[in-house]
């Protein structure tokens, strides 16, 4: 079953415009990674936050992380056309077997007008 | 560096005929992952190998999947006989562990299986 829930499904905006995406999970976690996925492509990996972290930064990507809320978020700032492709947020299960496994939520769809 | 190669890019079968993907990681990635991507949902893992060792395969339909990994580096799955709802794009990952343990995943383009 998946573990997140990505809210919203799909997001449509003007370039220039912030994008901002949201995952709630159900378990522990090490760790929340954030994926993009071009139509018809394979996934692409953005950006990390380790459970101990509460924000990260990565170019134009910001990501926060709250534990006690069991959720995170995604922004995009300053939007461009390329940004247009699905968004997934995976977590990491802390302890067990769960070495490394991923659980993948259901994605957000952006688009980016031109 | 070259990135995670699968084959083939597009299959379409017949329901009940075998299929095969194969799946070639990154040169040192010890782990590999092979996942089902339905149309309109996120990836969901169906094995994961270290080396040629099986680490998880708790959600593989073990009746009619299976997938090997020879000798640490290349890796195939396969699907017999394919039902209907094993259309979907087959992902191949890899990963190595970095630093705190962390494994990033990298990702091939996929294989897109249709099921007539």
């Known amino acids: 079953s998946q573990q997140g829930e990505e809210d919203p499904q799909a997001l449509s905006i003007q370039e220039g415009e912030n994008a901002t995406m949201n995952c709630s999970y159900k378990t522990s976690i090490n760790n929340l990674q954030w994926y993009r996925q071009n139509s018809g492509r394979g996934l692409v990996h953005l950006i990390l936050i380790r459970s101990n972290e509460r924000e990260k930064h990565s170019g134009r990507l910001r990501v926060t992380l709250d534990t006690s809320k069991k959720s995170s978020s995604l922004l995009i700032t300053a939007s461009r056309a390329a940004d247009t492709a699905s968004y997934f947020c995976?977590?990491?299960?802390?302890?067990?077997?769960?070495?490394?496994?991923?659980?993948f939520g259901q994605g957000t769809i952006l688009t980016v007008h031109p | 560096e070259a990135g995670v190669a699968q084959s083939p890019r597009y299959k379409i079968i017949e329901k009940r005929q075998s299929v095969a993907f194969w799946c070639n990681p990154i040169s040192g990635h010890a782990t590999l992952y092979w996942y089902q991507q339905i149309l309109g949902q996120g990836p969901k893992l169906l094995i994961q190998f270290q080396n040629n060792g099986v680490v998880d395969d708790s959600q593989l339909p073990k009746d009619r999947f299976s997938a090997e990994r020879l000798k640490g580096v290349d890796s195939t799955l396969k699907i017999q006989p394919a039902k209907l709802e094993d259309s979907a794009v087959y992902l191949c990952?890899?990963?190595?562990?970095?630093?705190?343990?962390?494994?990033?995943?990298?990702f091939g383009p996929g294989t897109r299986l249709t099921v007539l």
């Open positions: 995976a977590t990491e299960r802390a302890g067990g077997t769960s070495y490394g496994k991923l659980t």
């Open positions: 990952a890899s990963s190595l562990v970095g630093l705190a343990g962390i494994h990033t995943q990298y």
